[in-house]
Nanobody
Framework: QLVESGGGLVQPGGSLRLSCAAS????????IGWFRQAPGKEREGVSC????????YYADSVQGRFTISRDNAKNTVYLQMNSLKPEDTAVYYC?????????????????????WGQGTQVNVSS
């Protein structure tokens, strides 16, 4: 089970840190992705990190503002979001898969991930 937390309402330019905690399995051997879905839009990949944390992807829209990290000791993955914009408003989901985002296949695609959290809402508004 994956459980996201840390969402909320923040003003433009503000920051939030999302957490994705796993229970029932260890994340050590899983690639993790953060995805988001805004109303009326398709779910999109925001950031993905390989199981070793050696490879990371960021969508162009968040590059330089968001940072993904993982703490395997805590079985948790984080998404630090800075300089938030209204267009970052969405439900944010984390997902895990042992067979996603690996060498030769570094695509951060929702269809590649099999285990999903329930999502956490992020609203960026003044």
């Amino acid at each position: 089970q994956l459980v996201e937390s840390g969402g909320g309402l923040v003003q433009p330019g503000g920051s939030l840190r999302l957490s994705c905690a796993a229970s029932g399995f260890t994340l050590d051997y899983y690639a993790i992705g953060w995805f988001r879905q805004a109303p009326g839009k398709e779910r999109e990949g925001v950031s993905c990190i390989s199981s070793s944390a050696g490879s990371i992807y960021y969508a162009d829209s968040v590059q330089g503002r968001f940072t993904i990290s993982r703490d395997n000791a805590k079985n948790t993955v984080y998404l630090q979001m800075n300089s938030l914009k209204p267009e970052d408003t969405a439900v944010y989901y984390c997902a895990a898969d042992q067979n996603a985002f690996y060498s030769g296949n570094y695509y951060c695609r929702p269809a590649d991930f099999g285990s999903w959290g329930q999502g956490t809402q992020v609203n960026v508004s003044s």
